[in-house]
């Protein structure tokens, strides 16, 4: 059964920086597609990134230039990095692996103006 476990949330002022962390177990990590959503209050879930098994990437437009997915197989660990923090970036944050379906169970970040 996969697992994963979300890391990293929290509260940064506007032009700030966090980086988010999922830790993977139970999968065969290196194989699978890999992917950061977030749903914020009142809104659907999006798709803000996504790694493929041989680290080529997809970036929501919002996010490009902004943040950058990698993954590090050894670690069975995929990161979202996000630089130039924005309100509207205020979310809950969660991992997906694509392959299983599975999902952690979110991480919150709130950006503050």
């Known amino acids: 059964q996969v697992q994963l476990v979300e890391s990293g949330g929290g509260l940064v002022q506007a032009g700030g920086s966090l980086r988010l962390s999922c830790a993977a177990s139970g999968s065969t990590f290196r194989l699978n597609t890999m992917g950061w959503y977030r749903q914020a209050p009142g809104k659907q879930r999006e798709l803000v990134a996504r790694i493929y098994s041989g680290s080529s990437t997809y970036y929501l437009d919002s996010a490009k230039g902004r943040f950058t997915i990698s993954r590090d197989n050894a670690k069975n660990t995929v990161y979202l990095q996000m630089n130039s923090l924005k309100p509207e970036d205020t979310a809950v944050y969660l991992c997906?692996?694509?392959?299983?379906?599975?999902w952690g169970q979110g991480t919150q970040v709130t950006v503050s103006s």
């Open positions: 997906q692996d694509w392959n299983s379906g599975a």
